[in-house]
């Protein structure tokens, strides 16, 4: 089966500024793939790239089998894109936009019209459908952003971040829209900053950072390869917690104190009875000892800084 969104090599210099590498990245069709990397990895140039609106120096791209350098018409026709900075016109109404945009793919004042009332109903803003778009909040505009990028019934959607600046509800919001667009079999590649975005929406996740990929996967695999489980001790009495580090570091080779508890990264739950058993041999009695799984936070913190997890 031909992946709905495929990529080989994609490489990309502004300049002296290296944005893409040699990305490979691919998603099958209805799922997310969730494109992950700090400020200036190159995100916005990929997604760019795959939306055709950028040609690669390097690399090629297809989107369901379209070449996206040589047969962007084809790839035009099938995706929905909404960028970083939201492309609603904000002069016109909401309906105003969206029957702009079915204007524009050639559609008829009656159609385009009845596509913009039941995307406006479907994302909830039937009673702001007659308002100009800059009387809209953050969210509001976000959902009719995306809603601009559904006028023409997209296979493939690209969303360039697309929750930033959204309060929980409105981001709550949007990702169960982009959940119903998945059932329905639309592709998305979501760009994103927020882990948990990607960990609540995303099936497979590649993590770039300065134009390359530095890991991919599911986003448990990404957690259980890359981080490791933390052990964290917090005694009874805060005067043993000197003690308490100087135990963790010798099972552990090394310990960091928050507030009145220890913590480590550990490789294996062994640690956690060696530590029992010495603070048993000192006496030493503790309100908590626990292992914790690393965050998906964690795991791309060190993706992309190279600290250690
Ligand atoms: N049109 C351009 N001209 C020059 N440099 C550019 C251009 N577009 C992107 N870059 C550079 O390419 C690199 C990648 O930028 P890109 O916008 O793809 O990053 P990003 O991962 O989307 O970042 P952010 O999280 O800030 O949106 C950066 O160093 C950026 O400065
Ligand atoms: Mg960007």
């Known amino acids: 089966m031909t992946a709905a969104i495929e990529a080989a090599g994609l490489a990309k210099r502004f300049g002296e500024t290296?944005?893409?590498?040699?990305?490979?990245?691919?998603?099958?069709?209805?799922?997310?793939?969730?494109?992950?990397?700090?400020?200036?990895?190159?995100?916005?140039?990929?997604?760019?790239?795959?939306?055709?609106?950028?040609?690669?120096?390097?690399?090629?791209?297809?989107?369901?089998?379209?070449?996206?350098?040589?047969?962007?018409?084809?790839?035009?026709?099938?995706?929905?894109?909404?960028?970083?900075?939201?492309?609603?016109?904000d002069t016109l109404t909401g309906v105003e936009n969206l029957?702009?945009?079915?204007?524009?793919?050639?559609?008829?004042?009656?159609d385009s019209r009845r596509t913009a009332l039941s995307l406006l109903e479907r994302f909830g803003?039937?009673?702001?459908?007659?308002?100009?778009?800059?009387?809209?909040?953050?969210?509001?505009?976000?959902?009719l952003d995306l809603a601009a990028?559904?006028?023409?019934?997209?296979?493939?959607?690209?969303?360039?971040?697309?929750?930033?600046?959204?309060?929980?509800?409105?981001?709550?919001?949007?990702?169960?829209?982009?959940?119903?667009e998945v059932r329905r079999g639309v592709t998305v590649l979501l760009t994103t900053q927020y882990l948990e975005e990607?960990?609540?929406?995303?099936?497979?996740i590649v993590v770039i950072?300065?134009?390359?990929?530095?890991?991919?996967?599911?986003p448990e695999i990404l957690k259980r390869e890359v981080g490791r489980p933390t052990l964290q001790v917090r005694p009874l009495d805060g005067a043993h917690l000197d003690r308490v580090a100087a135990i963790v570091s010798e099972v552990t080779g090394g310990h960091t104190v928050?507030?009145?508890?220890?913590?480590?990264?550990?490789?294996?739950?062994?640690?956690?009875y060696a530590v029992v058993r010495r603070l048993d041999e000192a006496g030493i009695a503790v309100t908590e000892l626990s292992i914790r799984e690393p965050s998906l936070d964690e795991v791309f913190k060190q993706l992309t800084t190279g600290a250690p997890v």
């Open 18 to 89: 290296v944005a893409l590498t040699s990305v490979d990245l691919a998603a099958e069709q209805g799922t997310v793939l969730g494109l992950l990397g700090p400020n200036g990895a190159g995100k916005t140039t990929a997604v760019r790239i795959l939306a055709t609106l950028l040609r690669p120096d390097g690399g090629q791209a297809f989107v369901h089998g379209h070449d996206v350098a040589k047969a962007p018409d084809r790839v035009r026709d099938i995706i929905g894109l909404t960028g970083q900075y939201a492309s609603v016109d």
């Open 149 to 180: 990028c559904l006028v023409g019934d997209p296979k493939v959607i690209f969303l360039d971040e697309p929750t930033t600046g959204l309060d929980p509800n409105a981001r709550d919001q949007l990702w169960e829209i982009i959940r119903g």
């Open 125 to 143: 803003l039937t009673d702001a459908g007659d308002r100009t778009a800059k009387t809209y909040s953050g969210g509001m505009r976000r959902r």
């Open 198 to 204: 990607a960990d609540q929406l995303a099936d497979d």
């Open 99 to 110: 029957v702009f945009l079915g204007r524009l793919l050639g559609r008829s004042r009656a």
């Open 258 to 272: 928050e507030g009145q508890a220890v913590t480590s990264r550990v490789s294996d739950t062994a640690a956690l």
């Open 209 to 218: 950072d300065h134009g390359s990929v530095v890991a991919r996967g599911t």
